[in-house]
Antibody, heavy 121, light 107 residues
Framework: EVQLVESGGGLVKPGGSLRLSCAAS????????MNWVRQAPGKGLEWVSS????????YYADSVKGRFTISRDNAKNSLYLQMNSLRAEDTAVYYC??????????????WGQGTLVTVSS | DIQMTQSPSSLSASVGDRVTITCRAS??????LAWYQQKPGKVPKLLIY???TLQSGVPSRFSGSGSGTDFTLTISSLQPEDVATYYC?????????FGQGTKVEIK
C-alpha cells in the first residue's frame, strides 16, 4: 500500500524557516517523481514544486521560487521542502504527492495527509 | 502562464441528476488535464487523467472529456457520497495550475 507521511509543520514567525519531510513507503520511491501541493485555509489547491525521480528536473511555482528548495533522498525514501523567508501567505496545509512515473509535470496519483504550516507573529 | 477557469464555482443538484463541470484553459493544453475530488476535511483524490482516462477504482459514473482548451467532468447520476469540491489541473508544462474548484452539494 502506498503511504506518504508528511512531518515538520508548525508555527513559525514571518521571515523564519521550516523544513518539511515526506516519508514514502509501499512503492519504489526512486522510480517516481514527487511533488508538493499546498492549500491555504478554506482555499483551493496550489502546486508548489516538483522533482523528478533522479532529481535531474526541478520546478517551482513563481510564488515560492528563490525561497523554497525541494530535494529528495532516494536511499531514505524521503522528500523534503526547505522553506525560507516565510510569509503569512505561505500559511497552508502542505501535501506531498506522487507522480505516476519518474518524470516531472504530471498528475498526482497518491497524496499524503498533509502537514499544517502557520506563519504568524 | 496558462490560467485554468472552472465553472460553475458551486452547484446544487438532486440525487440521480447528471452533473457537468467545465474547465477552460487560457491556452491549448492538448489532453494534459486531470480531475480531483476533495471531500470535506479529506485529502484530494485523483479521478481522471489525460482528460478522459478514469483512475483505477473510480466509479464509472464519473467521466471526462475535452481537448485543447475546453474540458468537462460529468457525474452521470449524482450520489450523496459525491458531495465534494472538484478541481481540474493542467500538467503540460510548469506551473501545474489547478482550477479554483467547483463545490458540489445535494439539493
Amino acid at each position: 500500500e502506498v503511504q506518504l507521511v508528511e512531518s515538520g509543520g508548525g508555527l513559525v514567525k514571518p521571515g523564519g524557516s521550516l523544513r518539511l519531510s515526506c516519508a514514502a513507503s509501499g512503492f519504489t520511491f526512486s522510480s517516481y517523481s514527487m511533488n508538493w501541493v499546498r492549500q491555504a485555509p478554506g482555499k483551493g489547491l496550489e502546486w508548489v514544486s516538483s522533482i523528478s525521480s533522479s532529481s535531474s528536473y526541478i520546478y517551482y511555482a513563481d510564488s515560492v521560487k528563490g525561497r523554497f528548495t525541494i530535494s529528495r533522498d532516494n536511499a531514505k525514501n524521503s522528500l523534503y521542502l526547505q522553506m525560507n523567508s516565510l510569509r503569512a501567505e505561505d500559511t497552508a496545509v502542505y501535501y506531498c504527492a506522487r507522480g505516476p512515473n519518474g518524470k516531472t509535470l504530471y498528475y498526482f496519483d497518491y497524496w499524503g495527509q498533509g502537514t499544517l504550516v502557520t506563519v504568524s507573529s | 502562464d496558462i490560467q485554468m477557469t472552472q465553472s460553475p464555482s458551486s452547484l446544487s443538484a438532486s440525487v440521480g441528476d447528471r452533473v457537468t463541470i467545465t474547465c477552460r484553459a487560457s491556452q491549448g493544453i492538448s489532453n494534459y488535464l486531470a480531475w480531483y475530488q476533495q471531500k470535506p476535511g479529506k485529502v484530494p483524490k485523483l479521478l481522471i487523467y489525460a482528460a478522459s482516462t478514469l483512475q483505477s477504482g473510480v466509479p464509472s459514473r464519473f467521466s471526462g472529456s475535452g481537448s485543447g482548451t475546453d474540458f468537462t467532468l460529468t457525474i452521470s447520476s449524482l450520489q450523496p457520497e459525491d458531495v465534494a469540491t472538484y478541481y481540474c489541473q493542467k500538467y503540460n508544462s510548469a506551473p501545474c495550475t489547478f482550477g479554483q474548484g467547483t463545490k458540489v452539494e445535494i439539493k
